[in-house]
């Protein structure tokens, strides 16, 4: 029942989205802080 409402309806489908925006958003923003910490502690190692 709950995946035929995820997948078939349009308010399903809008919250898909929103669930794969905000998994998308957060691995970009996880990566984007790892290389800015490993490039500070670069900068502070030197």
Sequence with gaps: ???ELLFGSDIGLASL????GVLVIGLVMGKMYASKADE??????K
């Design 17 to 20: 989205g929103v669930i794969v």
């Design 40 to 45: 500070e502690s670069r900068k502070l190692g």
């Design 1 to 3: 029942m709950a995946w």
